[in-house]
């Protein structure tokens, strides 16, 4: 089939303007998708695109990501913390009294 013979045999959809084979579908691409979606019903409407759902996971990896740095950070800072007050005589003295290497001593 030619390209001229499909665009004999497409139909323009008077509601969106996009054309269609009406023997092989009921309505254009965009008629298709919203009856799909009312086939659906209200749980249609409540789920999320798949779009909408990787950027969720896309989302929630990059909290969690933030999280596990946030956590990594803060613990390599109070082990080097640690180090530096052990090793340096000074800064014991003017370290808080809440940093338990300082109290124990
Ligand atoms: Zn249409």
Do not use: K
């Amino acid at each position: 089939m030619t390209e001229s013979e499909r665009a004999l045999q497409s139909v323009r959809c008077e509601r969106h303007g996009l054309r269609y084979d009406p023997r092989a579908h009921d309505g254009c691409a965009a008629c298709r998708r919203e009856s799909g979606a009312a086939a659906g019903g209200a749980a249609a409407d409540v789920d999320r695109t798949p779009a909408q759902r990787s950027l969720v996971g896309a989302l929630v990896v990059t909290a969690i990501l933030l999280l596990l740095t946030t956590a990594g950070l803060t613990l390599l800072h109070e082990t080097v913390a640690q180090q530096l007050r052990a090793r340096i005589p000074g800064l014991q003295r003017e370290a808080p009294a809440e940093s338990p290497l300082t109290s124990a001593q």
